[in-house]
């Protein structure tokens, strides 16, 4: 099950994705200054996170994992259940955090009158 | 009776030596009278001073220290005296000689200024109090290349007693030849340890009113006169036993510490007089520079 | 012993000899006169020869030499130097305007007798003298010395009553500083 | 035994959600369920832990699928001290905080419900953390304990909470992303999540997989064990929380922080150099937390930037390795907890008044508060490692460790870093006590609930100093379970076996 | 339980007691307190034997406690002090704020003192060496007197010299894996040579911080100057006897085994010497009477040091005697400041002045120390010194003879200094109404006093002590090869006799003193107004005593030295270290982005670098 053993577009193109979406949500969360903006780009690496679990655990041709009797008989090529099973998880994480992150948010701009990271430093040194 | 005859000989160790030191004082003065065109004083008037000072009224006193200071100054000159050797291997003056080194002598010796000292400032005055601080920072000043000296000679020949020193010299030589330098430095001590002239900044009379005697009169300046004649016999004595081998008899005790006298007779008679940092800075200077060269001498030889 | 009166008298004789020979001066050059101490003291005339010596502080002196006239505000000092000063001691009036004022004896602040604020014991008069003179005054004194007779300090204190209220004549109110006399 | 471990899990987690009901039915069950659940936990803790330490570890399979498949819970001395510690420093901060005076400010409960929630999910989240065996279970409490510490760091609405608690969000869910990413990487190359297995399997990954997963894995719980340059949310976080909060931070949230590194390091993956790495990562925190701490101006922040450089002096004693290293970690990490807690319960009472709690402030509050100043100062003895105090024995033992494995270089510098700090600590301790008091500030007594724990902190103090014995078999014991890796996988993985 | 139990018990307990005692009443306290003192003293000596031992396993550290001659010597000095210093501080301390705490800390250091002269391991010498520390520091700043920058001062040198100590203990650890001092000074030679060196300069350093050496003295002026008298005397004269005993062991049992002995021991001496020196000059120019006597402690301990380093048998004997007579005319001078600021209400010597009428007993007191001080025959501060000259001599160090020389002349100076300006001088109409300290002062100073003349004249009877304490070391017996009871001898033979010494000063001083006392009822006091000042009389409320630039003449001649100052340079490290510290803090510059930023660089540094530090 490693990763280069079968590599075609659809492969290269979910772990392509992924990484693409990691990277621009990074530079969102890093280059941004809006808080709103920082969040989107943590969200949106958090959805190109999931896209790759997702994609590890994906075979090709391979059914849903459900087990039932007709199924195992036919011994058939099944998606690995454990990365979705890890990715919903993931979600349901992310999901909480952001709306933390957003009541914070909300919190910072009643504070502050501002959502600019660069004036939020009451806190230094 | 070893006990009497000591105590008598201590006695007449000390009659002695206030007798030719009050003599050396008078002969000082009269010197100096004849080097400044005068006739001077006869040589005895020393005496008569200290019998006048003795005799005069002295009602009153600023407290205890002001009367013990010359009783401190006498432990100092009196207890030296005892400590060193008179004269060579004779018992004329038996005393206590063995019982002390030239590291004790050396601290003896500054009891007498520290009682001084004390009783000078016990009186109030403030002349007395700055000429102390001067006498104590000029003492600083000579102690320095006087122990150097000294050093230079107790490693030359391992020993600190003076005794000792004292046969070496028997055999070697007086250690003025042998270690010259240390000679040299003991000498341009001695010049401040007399506070004559250039040194005498401590009691300049015309400046501080004489300093830290000048609320002492009557029997405390005849004491002090005493313990000074004393003194300076005292010294003379250790220097001759230091660097001239010691005296065999009286005369030429007499001989040696009055040639010896008349170094810092004669160069106060020709100075004019130092300031206290100058005085210091003096000392510090050749003298010290004699000292080392002493010590690294006596390392060497 | 010391009671006994023969022994007494050989004493006496032996401290007077010491004290005439040894006699420590000190000047208190308030007027002119003082000029004329460092000639006498020094090569020319050489008083020392005769155990004259000075000295600086009144503690240690026998010799109060007052050379020449005193104004109201100096013989306040002088009276306190000379109560300072310990037994015995001498005064010596140095020049006219210490006898009578001399050339000051219409001024409205000098003293003019020095004698009834000071026991004197001896006058040296001129104006000012010559250290010739000053050498015969101090012999002088010597000599009252020798005799017992130069007992100005005792006379002080026989009549410091009488001299206490001269000095308080002419000091007026500002007497506040003289110490009580009583050695 | 009287419980397994789930229930360490399970009941407050149930307990926690269970509280808004009970808080219902009367208010102050709201307040009082907290403690009395965690008494529970933490006597079962303190049983198991007698247990384990007797028998070895306990390994307990949740929902019938043993190990590699299923979540195991791991009980062993090693963890299990440090349950116990957190379970113990909870009972403390829930007595600290009962009663809390700036909760009742609020009007209705609904802060202090709040509060109380948040509380037992972190305790709960931390004692998960430190017990699970499932490396994805891990991410699971990191992430709750995180959400938790937020809410927590952002309680007070009138202060800068908000603003720390964002930071340390933003940096978190850079954490959480790189430790997805790790597992995910772990997971792909392995097909496994169980700690154990990946432990003995681990040496099948490639070395590029290896290594990246290590390094994601080392900033990813870097960040919570708040290594130097991954740090920067933490003082923050520590001085705007509630007292409490700060004291539960430095007693139980780092101690889970640190407890993922050691795993990561001690079981998960066998690498070269990560002992060195711990080392000189541990110094570089010491050394600019220290730096920092001796510079500021404000009390807590102080106390942040000081319970950080204390972190860095774990990490280093971790890296040491060895029993002795390990046994020295575990015992700062005790007395870090219990000192360093002491000091953020009784520092937050000196400056209570302080709208900014400066330092300054605390001039002459030595005369106002003179138990609670007496407290604060024993604490700060003891963290500079003064005998007859409790730092003073983890700090012997910690060199002592380093000696032997002739680690001069780092003595050194552990002992220069302590000299800063003995510097600011006591320059805190001369203002309480020695100087006169210049400020027209009121002082706020403690509630006897807040001395009672500060009390109960400053016995602990006094007692390890004085008899470290009472703590040092627990430590030699769980040192020891920690090293013994082996026996640890196959704990773990036995169970499989027995049960197929 | 035995003796060592007993007495640490005592004072443990004591000062604990003496701290809840306050609570009750004061006479309690000070009774709690001086009883503890007494009694833990009084056992001590009666019972203590050499060889007792207790054993505590803490840690799994054994701790083992024990006694021998040296430490015995150490404990008179300790507890003697505490006893006389504890009786004087009952009235001196009288009416202060915060008795309890002051007296637990009293009793605390002294509760360390004697474990550490009790410890046969380092371990246990450690906790008692901190406890010292830290409870000396909390009476340093006990009075709150710039707690900040005297306290942190103390302190930071304290933890450095601590520290020092602590990773020699570690070192030795790593090699022996003992803590035992036995083992110690058996296996030192068995250690690698580059630890062997290291860990004895790092005791050294440790040492030398309490023991005020040269570059680590900065921190003593401060601290003697701050505590309260009554403490200062203990801590001056007991507590940094702490440091010299540590560098008596570390110079006995391992620089005498280092190949580079020669060279530490000649650094260390030259080190103690220029302390001494440099020391000196600070003490003369001081105006205040406890800077004065703090420095002048600093110099003192120059000394000891000294002889301590040079190592022979006689410097040994020479460094401990000076440490027991320094332990007494210190602390018997830090009493005597301390009464007269009590009773005067200032040290300030340009203030003080004319006390000597006033206070007879105390000036008595000050200048028997005084004496004993500057070394002057024949009190028994000579006899130390003098030892120590013979030993530098022969031993071959000429030029520390001079430098040690000036130090203990230019010594009279400040000695002058602070019996004229407190004592002599004209008498002030403010210190009219000031009275004699109270009995309970005096009688402890006298007896110092006393004792000083005492062993002047009979120095065998603390030499005796010391002997054993040397034998204990590794020493030859000393008795009959350096001293007899009344007599001391030097390496070539040369000897000085102390009681003839004595017998002849007394005699001289008797007669000349009846001379002058004779008919002393005709003399009549007169007031130190009373002065021949060019007939002038000072009015009642002029003072002419000479009080300010005492020894400016001093102090032009010697201005090239003053030049320097090394606490100087410690003021600029320690500013530079603040800034670069406040400086690195900057790092933390509040911006979540900028933390963010740093994350993902280290992870990509880390990545970029990962291949070469971890191997796979």
């Known amino acids: 099950m490693s990763l280069g053993s079968n590599l075609d577009l659809l492969t290269v193109t979910f772990y392509g994705t992924a990484i693409a979406l990691i990277l621009i949500g990074l530079y969102a969360a890093l280059v941004k200054r809006s808080l709103i903006k920082i969040l989107i780009g943590l969200s949106i690496v958090d959805s190109g996170i999931n896209l790759l679990l997702v994609s590890i655990g994906y075979l090709k041709g391979g059914t849903a994992p459900i087990f039932s009797p007709a199924v195992i008989d036919k011994n058939p090529a099944m998606v690995d259940p454990v990365p979705q099973a890890l990715v919903l998880t993931a979600i349901v994480i992310g999901f909480a955090v952001t709306a933390v992150a957003l009541a914070l948010v909300i919190r910072l701009y009643r504070h502050h009158k501002t959502v600019n990271i660069d004036e939020i430093k009451n806190l230094k040194w | 009776m070893d006990f009497l005859i000591k105590t008598l000989g201590a006695i007449a160790t000390i009659i002695v030596a ?122 600083v000043g000579f102690e320095i290349p006087w122990v150097m000296a000294l050093v230079a000679m107790m490693i030359q020949y391992h020993t600190t007693s003076i005794s000792d020193l004292m046969a070496i010299q028997q055999q070697h030589g007086w250690l003025m030849f042998q270690n010259p330098l240390a000679f040299l430095a003991a000498i341009l001590a ?112 | 012993m010391i009671n006994d009166k023969n022994s007494q008298k050989i004493v006496d004789i032996i401290q007077n000899f010491a004290r005439k020979h040894s006699l420590f001066v000190l000047a208190y050059g308030t007027g002119c006169g003082a000029i004329e101490i460092p000639p006498t003291m020094t090569s020319r005339y050489d008083a020392e020869r005769f155990g004259i010596r000075g000295a600086a502080t009144p503690r240690q002196a026998d010799v109060l030499l007052i050379t020449g006239y005193l104004t109201t505000k100096t013989v306040k000092r002088v009276i306190r130097v000379y109560e300072q000063m310990q037994d015995p001691k001498y005064v010596i009036g140095f020049g006219s305007c210490t006898i009578n004022g001399g050339m000051y004896w219409d001024s409205y602040n000098t003293i003019k007798v020095l004698d009834r604020y000071l026991p004197v014991d001896i006058y040296i008069n001129g104006c000012m003298p010559r250290p010739e003179a000053v050498i015969e005054g101090f012999i002088k004194l010597q000599k009252k010395i020798m005799e017992g007779r130069a007992e100005g300090a005792k006379h002080y204190k026989e009549n410091l009553e009488w001299y206490r209220a001269n000095q308080k004549k002419v000091l007026g109110p500002t007497t506040p500083h003289i110490q009580e006399y009583n050695w | 035994m009287v419980g397994s471990p789930v229930q360490l899990i399970a009941i407050p987690l149930f307990a926690a959600f269970l509280i808004p009901l009970l808080g219902k039915a009367w208010k102050e069950l709201v307040r009082i369920t907290p403690g009395v659940v965690i008494l529970y936990l933490l006597y079962l803790s303190v049983d198991l832990l007698n247990y384990t330490i007797e028998h070895g570890r306990v390994v307990e399979v949740i929902a019938g699928w043993t190990p590699p498949w299923g979540i ?219 730096f920092a701490a001796f510079s500021q101006t404000k009390l807590k922040r102080m106390l942040a930037y000081s319970s950080i450089g204390q972190m860095g002096l774990v990490l280093v004693a971790f890296g040491i390795g060895k029993e002795e290293g390990v046994y020295a970690a575990l015992f700062l990490m005790f007395n870090h907890a219990i000192i360093k807690s002491l000091l953020f319960m009784s520092g937050s009472y000196l400056v209570y008044k302080s709208k900014n709690k400066y330092i300054s402030e605390l001039n002459g509050v030595g005369k106002m508060m003179p138990v609670t100043s007496f407290l604060f100062a024993l604490g700060a003895f003891a963290i500079v490692g003064f005998p007859p105090f409790a730092g003073f024995w983890s700090k012997l033992a910690v060199l002592t460790a380093a000696a032997d494995s002739g680690m001069l270089l780092i003595i050194a510098l552990i002992l220069s870093i302590s000299l800063i700090e003995v510097i600011y600590y006591l320059r805190v301790v001369n203002r309480i006590y020695f100087v006169k008091r210049d400020t027209d500030l009121g002082i706020t007594k403690p509630t006897p609930q807040a001395m009672f724990s500060m009390l109960v902190l400053g016995a602990i103090i006094l007692i390890v100093g004085f008899y470290p014995d009472v703590i040092t078999g627990v430590l030699h014991k769980a040192s020891a379970t920690l090293l013994d890796k082996g026996s640890y996988i196959n704990d773990v993985l036995s169970l499989s076996q027995t049960i197929n | 339980m035995n003796i060592i139990h007993i007495t640490l018990g005592i004072l443990l307990g004591g000062a604990i007691l003496t701290y809840f005692a306050n609570k009750i009443s004061g006479v309690v306290r000070d009774l709690m307190f001086i009883s503890t003192i007494v009694v833990a003293a009084a056992l001590f000596f009666i019972k203590m034997t050499p060889d007792t031992v207790a054993v505590f396993n803490l840690g799994g550290i054994t701790l083992s406690l024990g006694m021998n001659h040296l430490g015995l010597l150490f404990s008179i000095i300790i507890l003697g002090l505490a006893v006389l210093a504890g009786f004087y501080s009952l009235p001196y301390m009288k009416g202060k704020d915060n008795l309890g705490f002051f007296y637990m800390n009293y009793l605390l250091s002294i509760f360390g003192m004697m474990g550490i002269v009790m410890s046969k391991d380092l371990v246990s010498f450690f906790i008692f060496w901190e406890i010292m520390t830290w409870s000396s520091y909390l009476i340093v700043v006990y009075n709150g007197n710039k707690a900040n920058k005297i306290g942190i001062k103390y302190i930071l040198f304290s933890a450095l010299g601590a520290y020092s100590m602590l990773m020699a203990i570690v070192m030795v650890y790593s090699q022996l894996h003992s803590f035992s001092i036995a083992d110690l000074s058996a296996g030192f030679t068995t250690m690698p040579a580059s630890y062997q060196i290291t860990i004895a300069l790092l005791l050294i350093t440790g040492f030398a911080v309490k023991a005020a050496m040269m570059p680590l003295h900065v921190w003593a002026p401060d601290a003697y100057s701050n505590a309260p008298m009554s403490y200062t005397a203990m801590f001056s004269g007991a507590l940094s006897k702490m440091g010299v005993y540590g560098l008596v062991i570390v110079f006995v049992t391992m620089v005498s085994h280092l190949p580079q002995n020669f060279w530490v021991r000649e650094t260390i001496a030259w080190l103690g010497a220029i302390t001494a020196g440099m020391a000196t000059i600070y003490a003369i120019f001081q105006d205040d009477a406890k800077k004065l006597l703090a420095y002048s402690s600093v110099a003192q301990l120059g000394y000891i040091i000294t002889g301590v380093a040079i190592g022979t048998e006689i410097s040994m004997i020479a460094a401990l005697m000076l440490s027991i007579v320094h332990g007494m005319f210190k602390a018997n001078f830090f009493m005597v400041v301390g009464a007269v600021e009590r009773q005067a209400g200032t040290t300030d010597l340009t203030v003080l002045t004319g006390l000597i009428r006033k206070m007879p007993w105390t000036f008595f007191s000050a200048l028997m120390s005084a004496i004993a001080l500057a070394g002057i025959p024949p009190l028994v501060g000579y006899v130390g010194k003098w030892m120590l000259y013979e030993s530098l001599i022969s031993n071959g160090n000429y030029i520390l003879v001079i430098v040690i020389f000036f130090a203990s002349t230019a010594g009279f100076l400040y000695v002058f200094k602070i019996l004229y300006s ?111 000042l060019s007939g002038e009389m000072p009015k009642e409320d002029e003072n002419y005593s000479f009080k300010l630039d005492f020894y400016k003449p001093f102090e032009r001649a010697i201005s090239p030295l003053l030049r320097y100052k090394i606490s100087k340079y410690y003021n600029e490290f320690a500013d530079g270290m603040e800034a670069f510290f406040d400086w690195t803090r900057r790092i933390y510059n509040g911006n979540a982005q900028t933390y963010a930023i740093y994350v993902i660089t280290f992870l990509v540094i880390l990545l970029l670098i990962a291949n070469n530090i971890f191997t796979v």
Do not use: C
């Open chain 2, 18 to 139: 206030f007798i030719v030191g009050m003599l050396y004082m008078g002969i000082n003065r009269k010197i100096t009278a004849r080097v400044q065109n005068r006739v001077g004083p006869p040589v005895w008037q020393n005496y008569i001073d200290a019998l006048k000072l003795v005799s005069k009224k002295t009602s009153v006193h600023h407290g205890v220290m002001q009367h013990l200071a010359p009783a401190f100054l006498m432990i100092s000159s009196m207890g030296t005296l005892l400590f060193i050797p008179i004269l060579r291997g004779q018992s004329w003056f038996p005393n206590l000689s063995y019982h002390g080194d030239l590291i004790f002598i050396l601290y003896f010796m500054v009891l007498g200024s520290l009682g001084m000292a004390l009783g000078a400032g016990q009186t109030g005055n403030p002349n007395a109090a700055i000429g102390i601080t001067r006498g104590l920072s000029q003492m």
């Open chain 2, 190 to 301: 001695m010049l401040g340890m007399f506070r004559y002239s250039p040194f005498d900044i401590v009691g300049a009379p015309a400046e501080l009113a004489s300093g830290p005697i000048s609320e002492f009169g009557g029997k405390y300046l005849g004491l002090m006169m005493s313990s000074g004649s004393i003194f300076a016999f005292t010294k003379l004595t250790l220097y001759v036993d230091l660097f001239m081998g010691g005296a065999s008899n009286i005369v030429v005790l007499l001989i040696e510490t009055f040639t010896l006298y008349l170094i810092p007779m004669l160069y106060g008679l020709v100075s004019p007089r130092y300031r206290t940092e100058q005085a210091i800075r003096y000392f510090w200077g050749w003298p010290t520079v004699l000292g080392l060269a002493a010590l690294v001498y006596s390392v060497v030889i």
């Open chain 4, 72 to 290: 195991d819970l791991v009980f062993s001395p090693f963890s299990g001290f440090l349950a116990t510690l957190m379970l113990f420093m909870g009972l403390l901060v829930w007595i600290y905080s009962y009663r809390y005076q700036t909760f009742e400010d609020y009007d209705d409960y609904e802060p202090t419900l709040k509060y109380y929630l948040l509380l037992m999910m972190m305790i709960t989240a931390s004692v998960g953390v430190v017990l699970t065996g499932d490396i994805f279970n891990l991410f699971v409490f990191i992430e709750i304990l995180g959400i938790t510490a937020y809410g927590l760091t952002a309680y007070y609405r009138h202060r800068d909470g908000a603003e720390a608690s964002f930071k340390y969000l933003f940096i978190g869910s850079l954490s959480s992303t790189f430790l997805l990413l790790a597992i995910m990487i772990i997971y792909s190359q392995l097909g496994t999540l169980n700690m154990a297995d990946i432990a003995v399997k681990a040496h099948e990954l490639k070395p590029v997989y290896k290594i990246t997963a290590l390094v994601l894995f080392l900033v990813a719980f870097g960040i919570e064990a708040e290594m130097f340059p991954l740090n920067g949310w933490a003082p923050d976080a520590y001085s705007q929380a509630p007292a409490p909060v700060g004291a539960a931070f430095a007693g139980i949230v780092v101690k889970a922080g640190l407890y993922t590194v050691i795993r990561l390091i001690y079981t998960l993956f066998e690498v070269g150099g990560t002992y060195e790495y711990l080392i000189v990562m541990g110094l570089i925190t010491m050394f600019f937390a220290e």
């Open chain 5, 422 to 532: 407190i004592f002599l001088g004209q008498e002030e109409p403010e210190f009219e109404n000031v009275k004699e300290a109270p009995a309970l002062m005096v009688i402890p100073m006298v007896i110092i006093a006393l004792l000083l003349g005492f062993f002047g004249a009979f120095p065998g009877y603390l030499l005796k002590y010391i002997d054993n304490a040397l034998v204990v070391m590794g020493y030859p017996v000393s008795q009959g090869k350096w001293w007899e009871m009344t007599t001391l001898f030097n390496a070539w033979g040369n000897k000085v006799s102390t009681d003839l010494i004595m017998y002849t000063t007394i005699t001289v001083f008797v007669t000349i003193a009846i001379v002058l006392f004779y008919r002393w009822k005709n003399g009549r006091y007169v007031s130190t107004k009373d002065i021949s």
